[in-house]
């Protein structure tokens, strides 16, 4: 997926573990089929996980996660990973990596996706699907707004004393500082999507009011990927990478990417949205989505899927 993308196997991992957790050095390992882009994902027995940047960008990942989930978690109704060890560089792997607790559950995105063998949506927003590994499971939109609805306002109140510094651009920030990197992303597109519509709807998001309340904690990539279902049920949120302090209409990226009709506007109310920043949450939509389309277009198909569905659901609204 990227030029400088580090290589990692299973006996890469092996090797790692007997130098620094040899007490699990003799557990199976697997990789793990991910809609990630910025991790390599190994099973470790039943009850762990192996994660390994392969980017530069994710290389504190496993650092930032250390410090602040734990401080997290208890405030939040969904559950995050829990990280058991933190891996240092060696065997030639250039980052620190983490060791985690297996969370149980299937990707919202396998459920919503062509990504299932088979599936429908009714409209009452209930998704049954037969995903590609054969489980049948039933996924219920309007439930998944008002969970999801309910751990972005939790987020929201967790104290921000001690927050990391956001990037320029980074999740959260002004929309203004994206501006220049989603114009050229949408040239890039040229005819794979109505460059008019995208850039007609960026500008209605980019002149929206800025926030001018309190910054508070998003997630910033609450991506279908990035969040687990359990018994039809969101049971957990993960890859914390764009954790950030900043705008908290950032995380409203989930109306455009994971919900649709009823479950939107379930959603959108239950956040009691207003206009401005339903606006700007739909300028973060877009610009991860039409930023991510010309990086991914040959590497990621999953990826690619996933962000033409929410380029057409944000088109769609902003020109109706």
């Known amino acids: ?63 930032k996660e250390a410090k602040w989930l ?11 990973p829990v990280q058991v060890g933190i891996g240092h560089p060696a065997e030639g792997y250039p980052f620190d990596w983490s060791i985690c607790e297996w969370l149980p559950g299937v990707s919202a ?43 972005i306002r939790a987020l929201r109140t967790v104290d921000t004393v001690g927050a990391h510094e956001r990037p320029h651009g980074g999740r959260g920030a002004p929309l203004a500082e994206r501006d220049e990197a989603v114009r050229n992303a949408i040239a890039q597109l040229g005819d794979r999507i ?22 508070t904690w998003v997630h910033g990539d609450l991506l ?3 969040l687990l279902v359990v018994d039809g049920r969101l049971s957990s949120v993960i890859d914390w990478g764009s954790f950030n302090v900043g705008d908290p209409a950032c995380d409203l990226q989930p109306a455009w990417s994971l919900f649709y009709e009823e479950s939107r506007e379930k959603f959108r109310n239950v956040l009691e949205v207003d206009d401005a920043s339903w606006l700007r ?11 991510a389309l ?15 569905c929410s380029i057409q659901h944000i088109l769609s609204e902003s020109t109706s």
């Open 281 to 291: 949450g739909r300028g973060w939509a877009l610009s991860q989505a039409v930023i």
């Open 194 to 215: 109505d460059d008019a519509a995208a850039l007609l709807s960026w500008e209605e998001s980019l002149n929206a009011p800025v926030w001018n309340g309190k910054e």
């Open 224 to 226: 279908p990927g990035n």
């Open 109 to 151: 995105n396998d459920l919503i996706t062509s990504n299932a063998t088979t599936g429908s949506a009714s409209s009452t927003g209930i998704t049954i699907a037969t995903t590609e590994h054969g489980s049948a499971e039933r996924f219920d939109l309007e439930q998944a707004a008002i969970d999801l609805a309910a751990f």
């Open 294 to 308: 010309p990086y991914y277009r040959e590497s990621n198909p999953r990826i690619v899927r996933q962000v033409l």
């Open 1 to 63: 997926m990227h030029a400088d993308e580090i290589e990692t196997d299973v006996e890469l991992v092996r090797r790692l573990l007997a130098g620094q957790f040899p007490q699990w050095a003799e557990l199976l390992i697997e990789l793990v089929d991910t809609y990630g882009t910025d991790h390599h994902i190994y099973r470790l027995g039943d009850e762990l996980c192996i994660r390994l940047p392969i980017i530069g960008w994710a290389a504190t990942q496993a650092a």
């Open 70 to 80: 734990p401080k997290l978690a208890p405030h939040l109704p969904l559950a995050l």
